[in-house]
């Protein structure tokens, strides 16, 4: 996993540096945002075809006392012709969660998800009033799931299973300005379309921007972004969703 983490760091930071310093004349316009996200689980999860599928549901609440970490950050920039994105993302949830049947009362799922993302695409239109932009790129995932069985009222056997591969994905990213100080954004992305293993990924973020300085501010908002993934007995259909906060910098 750390390797992983290197490399994506590497990635990232080299995505972010082709943004800042690109070989165009134009003037470009480079963001980059790091947030805190809040996030749980929704949904069904297995780390061998022959145990038990573990189901989880997490509420508000749930979120707010299952997570451990999550951290993700957005560097975006554009040239009014052409856009660049790249977003990495960690986080490691520990929810409650049932199984089916009477063998175990119950499990635990710790799970570590992270992936980074490079896209190129662009500007649809750009204005004072705001922007649209339309990408394609790909995504990196690790996942990493321990599960904990419990015979009632002892925990029981724990079994681990990780998983890395990449899936293409395409998307669109839109802001509105709503005051001179206030603007709101929007991305949405669809991926996986079956290639190694991921049938289905859904990113779904929607931020609030407040200006403080004249290059920077903090925004909050809402991320949903959902998986749909079987390999080899693992299967992970999951949706991680939760509130976030964060900063902008631009450059």
Not at 95 to 121: D, M, Q, W
Not at 167 to 174: C, D, K, L, Q, R
Not at 200 to 208: G, K, P, S, W
């Amino acid at each position: 996993m750390k390797a992983w983490i290197k490399r994506a760091g590497v990635m990232f930071g080299a995505a972010a540096a082709m943004a800042a310093n690109p070989a165009s004349a134009q003037e470009w316009e480079v963001t980059a945002t790091p947030y805190i996200w809040a996030t749980g689980l929704d949904g069904d999860t297995s780390v061998l075809s022959t145990l038990p599928p573990v189901e989880v549901d997490d509420d508000f609440g749930d979120v707010l006392e299952n997570l451990d970490i999550g951290v993700m950050a957005v560097a975006q920039a554009d040239n009014g012709k052409i856009y660049l994105r790249s977003d990495v993302f960690f986080a490691s949830v520990t929810s409650e969660g049932e199984t089916p049947g009477n063998v175990f009362s119950g499990a635990e799922l710790n799970t570590n998800t992270f992936n980074i993302s490079a896209a190129a695409g662009l500007v649809a239109t750009k204005s004072d009033a705001g922007q649209l932009n339309l990408y394609a790129g790909a995504r990196l995932w690790n996942l990493n799931n321990e599960v904990t069985f419990f015979l009632d009222p002892e925990p029981g056997p724990v079994f681990e299973d990780e998983r890395t591969f990449i899936a293409p994905m395409v998307g669109a990213n839109g802001r509105i300005a709503v005051t001179d100080s206030i603007t709101a954004t929007a991305t949405a992305s669809l991926g996986g379309f079956g290639v190694s293993g991921a049938d289905l990924e859904v990113d779904l973020v929607a931020t609030l921007a407040f200006d403080i300085g004249e290059n920077w501010g903090v925004t909050a908002g809402y991320r949903y972004l959902y998986l749909d993934y079987e390999n080899d007995g693992f299967v992970f259909d999951l949706a991680q969703h939760g509130p976030l906060v964060g900063a902008y910098f631009q450059f």
